[in-house]
Each structure stands twice: as structure tokens, then as C-alpha cells.
């Protein structure tokens, strides 16, 4: 039969083990939770360019190589739909947070602004990683002027 000084030692070490598996799967959590809020910096040359060859290959065939958009990108269609908007600065793509334009590629607008919005955008979350998905917006960035670059950012909050 254990001592009472035997089943404290016994109790604290499960009490630390506990804890040590609790802290173990919080700092998991937070990784996984900051990983999908980390957006790759624009001035990241190698995600640019890896963004450029994403967005050439999965969003240039709706919003142009040139990320112009589609025409009478503000204007709906006979059936309610709006053609793909700009990326460029004279759209409106900077006026969203990068949280919000994640989530818009990943989950599809829908995700952002409700069910009964009407778009031809689909979610990518299953063709595209959440790293590509920043290294997109990455390029995306990278080709606004620096005051629309200012302008984003104080949209841009972190979680």
C-alpha cells in the first residue's frame, strides 16, 4: 500500500503530465489557428512568383491574366450573377482584409457574405492549400501601388 507522501508524488506527477498534454495540444491548436491567419508578405519574392503561377493556372481564366476582371465587371448579368471582378487596383479586391479574401478563396464568397449571394466563384479550399491560397493573394498584392498597398493594409487586422 502506497504512503500518503507516495500518492501526492503519484498525483503530481499525472497532474503534470496532464498538464503537459494540455499545453501540448493548446500550442498545436494556436499553430494551426495562426497558420491559417498568416499571410505571406507581398515583398516575399519566392511566394509571388509561386503565387503568379497558381493564380495563372486556377483565377487568370475569370480574372484575367492581367487581373483586369471580366467586362461590366459591376453589372449583373440576365441571371442575377456579377462577372469576376479586378484584382488590379481598380477593383475592389483591396478594400477586403486579407482574412476575408482567404476565406472567400478558400470557402467561396458565399462563406463571407451568405447563401443568397449570387457568384460563379467556387471554393478552392479543396484544389488549393492555405499556403497557396496566401501565396496568391501574395502576387495579388505585390502588383498594387504602394498607396493602395497603405490603403489595404489599414484594412487589414489580425485576428
Known amino acids: 500500500m502506497l504512503s500518503t507522501k507516495q500518492w501526492l508524488g503519484v498525483a503530481a506527477l499525472l497532474s503534470g503530465i496532464s498538464y ?8 498545436e491548436s494556436s499553430v494551426a489557428a ?12 519566392e511566394a509571388v512568383a ?3 503561377e497558381l493564380y495563372m493556372r486556377s483565377c487568370a481564366a475569370c480574372h484575367g491574366a492581367d487581373l483586369k476582371g471580366q ?13 469576376a471582378p479586378p484584382h488590379d487596383e ?4 483591396w478594400h477586403h482584409e486579407d482574412q476575408q ?27 488549393l492549400s492555405d499556403d497557396q491560397i496566401w501565396s496568391i493573394l501574395a502576387y495579388i498584392k505585390s502588383t498594387w501601388p ?3 498597398i497603405a490603403a489595404h493594409n489599414r484594412f487589414t487586422q489580425e485576428p
Open 20 to 27: 503537459a498534454v494540455w499545453l501540448e495540444f493548446q500550442t
Open 34 to 45: 495562426e497558420s491559417r491567419w498568416s499571410a505571406i508578405p507581398y515583398t516575399d519574392k
Open 50 to 52: 509561386k503565387g503568379r
Open 71 to 83: 467586362p461590366n465587371w459591376r453589372k449583373r448579368d440576365s441571371a442575377g450573377y456579377l462577372p
Open 90 to 93: 481598380s477593383g475592389h479586391t
Open 101 to 127: 479574401l482567404f476565406v472567400m478563396v478558400k470557402e467561396g464568397v458565399k462563406a463571407v457574405v451568405g447563401d443568397d449571394y449570387r457568384t460563379n466563384m467556387r471554393a478552392f479550399g479543396d484544389q
Open 146 to 148: 504602394q498607396k493602395i
